[in-house]
């Protein structure tokens, strides 16, 4: 018996002797071992470099959908353009924070920093959704542009260099600025302007109630509140941008806003803010421009309260839709007597690559029997454009420095007209004049484009004029 289990043990021992080295030989110079261990080396190093690869498209698309709840509304906008036309439209209504691939935790932390729903009532900076380390964070944008108008001469300017700063002070309290530097800024023969344009101290306390202090934008119409010019798809600001709230109006004062939600695909959303308002000097030629006071002064006791609601969301019709109303109260001159009120509604609808937007203002002043002659009553004007974003097929799988995946065409359309004194007709320039103009501009990605405008003006008290545009936007 011993014999016999010694065989086996034998045996077994000798077959896995055999199994081993059948499974493992040994190499030698000349059997190509070498070479058999080369070609997975190759494959790993090849499959890590195809990772790397991925990772970086996974770094870019965050980083455009997480910088700012408008942009990344376009992004995402874009996406359903390019993609193949069974591509489901729904997805251009995607919040950023709804994004595949995005983790729970950043999920929370875009949805605190986008206000709950893409900061409905007035649009964070650039730096929104970059991820917070404490400190300051820099960003901003810039505008370069060429005019010929057919009354002047041609003109190349850097028209804007706007600097943006973010500071978070606690969990739920932060520090937004912006800080604009125009035509190159003041001294050394430039003849622009170097301002702050807003900043705020805010506590997201909740959702529909987040109280602030500073100098806030003047929540009157939607364009103020998002007035970045790489958001833009015309180069020149709207004449409501110009004469009835200069972008961006910022003022001293103290405020509120907040939104809460109205069922599962639309969101309610205020802004309100008690400023020192304007002084009594509203003219034809310039709208409210001139009555914007220093930072410091008042002209009366009195103050100006400006609100802004607005209904967004999306439905069966719509990708998305945001419908503004605002309104303003206050005392423009010196005595206290004259009151100043104010309305206006704004809109932004989108379906698929299409887009309708624009805005109406008015402001009326209860002036009394013994105004002077000339002296303004009433202004109003009106913008709308329509845009069709879109991509040739052809460069749909190009990826290239000039061709990103969120890289797009749009072809522009805007009307507007403006009355800065309703009591006369062509009081001065731009009373009573209208414009319409189409632009088609090129992203290379949401964050930076190049646009090429044409704009016929009409006046009445002046002859016609054309302008030709071309300009670069970008945030960095």
Not at 48 to 75: F, G, N
Not at 134 to 157: K, P
Not at 351 to 362: A, D, I, S, T, V
Not at 447 to 454: A, E, G, N, S, Y
Request: one cysteine or more.
């Amino acid at each position: 018996m011993g014999a016999k289990h010694l065989s086996v043990r034998a045996w077994i021992t000798l077959g896995l002797a055999c199994a081993l080295g059948a499974q493992a030989p040994v190499a030698r110079a000349d059997d190509g071992s070498e070479d058999r261990l080369a070609r997975p080396e190759a494959l790993l190093l090849e499959q890590t470099e195809r990772i790397r690869r991925l990772e970086d498209d996974v770094s870019h698309w965050r980083q455009q959908a997480e910088s700012r709840p408008a942009v990344a509304e376009r992004v995402v906008r874009t996406q359903a353009t390019r993609a193949a036309p069974r591509a489901a439209p729904a997805a251009a209504a995607v919040a950023p924070y709804e994004q595949p691939g995005i983790t729970p935790d950043e999920r929370v932390e875009l949805t605190r920093l986008s206000g709950g729903a893409d900061r409905l009532v007035r649009a964070p900076s650039a730096l929104v959704g970059r991820a917070s380390t404490g400190g300051v964070r820099w960003g901003g944008y810039l505008t370069a542009e060429m005019r010929a108008n057919s009354s002047r001469n041609t003109t190349f300017d850097l028209h804007r260099l706007i600097l943006q700063l973010d500071a978070p002070i606690t969990d739920c309290v932060d520090f937004t600025a912006e800080v604009e530097i125009e035509h190159g800024g003041i001294g050394g023969g430039s003849d622009g302007d170097v301002r702050v344009e807003q900043a705020v101290v805010t506590a997201r306390l909740v959702d529909w109630f987040q109280p602030k202090i500073g100098a806030p934008l003047i929540p009157f119409g939607r364009y103020n509140l998002h007035h970045d010019d790489p958001l833009a798809d015309f180069t020149i600001r709207p004449w409501t941008a110009r004469y009835f709230v200069p972008t961006g109006f910022g003022q001293p004062g103290i405020g509120v806003e907040g939104s809460i939600g109205v069922g599962c695909d639309a969101r309610l959303a205020y802004d309100v803010v008690l400023t020192s308002g304007f002084a009594d000097d509203f003219t034809a030629g310039g709208g409210v421009r001139g009555g914007r006071q220093e930072w410091d002064v008042d002209n009366n006791e009195n103050k100006q309260l400006w609100a802004r609601v607005v209904l967004a969301g999306r439905n069966r019709f719509l990708d998305r839709y945001e419908i503004g109303l605002s309104g303003t109260t206050g005392k423009l001159d010196d005595a206290g007597d004259e009151a100043l009120t104010g309305w206006g509604v704004d809109w932004l609808l989108r379906k698929g690559p299409f887009e309708l937007q624009g805005e109406y203002l008015r402001y009326d002043i209860d002036r009394g029997a013994g105004a002077p002659a000339g002296t303004v009553h009433g202004l109003d004007g009106l913008w709308a454009e329509a845009a069709w974003h879109f991509m040739p097929c052809a460069w749909r799988a190009c990826d290239t420095c000039l061709i990103t995946p969120t890289s797009h065409f749009t072809l522009a359309a805007r009307y507007q007209t403006t009355d800065l004194d309703d009591r006369s007709v062509g009081a001065a320039k731009q009373d009573d004049a209208e414009s319409f103009g189409v632009a088609l501009n090129y992203r290379l990605t949401e964050r930076t484009v190049l646009r090429l405008d044409h704009t016929w003006l009409h006046f009445e008290n002046a002859a016609d004029e054309r302008e030709l545009t071309f300009s670069l936007s970008t945030y960095f």
